[in-house]
């Protein structure tokens, strides 16, 4: 069992930046954050299989990056130039497939959410 503990979440502007982290209780090979948005599926943002080169949802490239800790088991979400579509509920997740992709099916674990909201 891991357990799954985001932070960082909050409001900002447009144009804005904020980071979020996620606290791992143990590793896992690859780890991920999707977003919410209530009435809509869930969406992946952005995900990372052990030392491979990360992979973003075409919505956040260029904005949005994604790096982890190993030693520290921390997972971040750095978010650059925030749009108001980008305010959600943030969830990082955690599997240990080495093929997961930015699918809510391919992640076991899952944090509790941390919201953002971006105002115009």
């Known amino acids: 069992q891991v357990q799954l503990v985001e932070s960082g979440g909050g409001s900002v502007q447009s144009g804005g930046s904020l980071r979020l982290s996620c606290a791992a209780s143990?590793?896992?090979?690859?780890m991920a954050w999707f977003r919410h948005i209530p009435g809509k599926e869930r969406e992946g943002v952005a995900g990372?299989?052990?030392?491979?080169?990360?992979i973003y949802a075409d919505s956040v490239k260029g904005r949005f990056a994604i790096s982890r800790d190993n030693a520290k088991n921390t997972l971040s979400l750095q978010m650059n130039n925030l749009k108001p579509e980008d305010t959600a509920m943030y969830y990082c997740?955690?599997?240990?497939?080495?093929?997961?992709?930015?699918?809510?099916?391919?992640?076991?674990?899952w944090g509790q959410g941390a919201q953002v909201t971006v105002s115009s």
């Open positions: 990372i299989r052990g030392g491979d080169t990360p």
């Open positions: 997740a955690a599997g240990t497939s080495p093929f997961a992709l930015l699918v809510p099916d391919d992640y076991t674990w």
């Open positions: 143990g590793y896992t090979y690859s």
